[in-house]
């Protein structure tokens, strides 16, 4: 089975990923307030964390430089993040803060599903 960790405080955004992942072998925890995505990581062991770029106060990038932190930092483990854009031109940006990849809001099931197959580890 597979975790994916959601940091997005939008129903609408949940209700995507919900739908576009939904799969037996799939199990979707979330984090509605970003300052918490580090505590969230490490409490869920996720195998994938997706970001919202517009997410809280702190906004996507904020978070995924955080995750990408606290893991140098031995807080949590090295998880990809992909960050859900609003735009395509924000590609550049997801790069620059250390995203795995990145795809831009709204995007189809296939197109979450081909990302994550991507990243998420053989086997699980």
């Known amino acids: 089975m597979s975790t994916l ?5 939008t129903t609408w955004v949940r209700n995507d990923v919900l739908a576009a992942v939904a799969e037996p072998d799939v199990r979707v925890a979330t984090c509605e307030d970003p300052r918490r995505a580090v505590e969230a990581v490490a409490a869920e062991q996720p195998d994938v964390v997706l970001v919202d ?8 990038m904020a978070v995924t430089r955080a995750l990408r932190d606290a893991a140098a930092e031995g807080e949590i483990p090295d998880v990809p993040v992909v960050l859900l854009l609003d735009r395509h031109a924000d590609q550049f940006l997801a790069r620059r803060a250390g995203a795995a990849a990145a795809i831009t809001k709204p995007f189809t099931p296939q197109d979450l599903r081909l990302v994550l197959t991507e990243l998420l ?4």
Request: charged fraction near 10%.
């Open 5 to 9: 960790l959601l940091v997005a405080d």
């Open 53 to 60: 770029m517009q997410v809280g106060s702190m906004g996507g």
């Open 121 to 124: 580890p053989v086997g699980r």
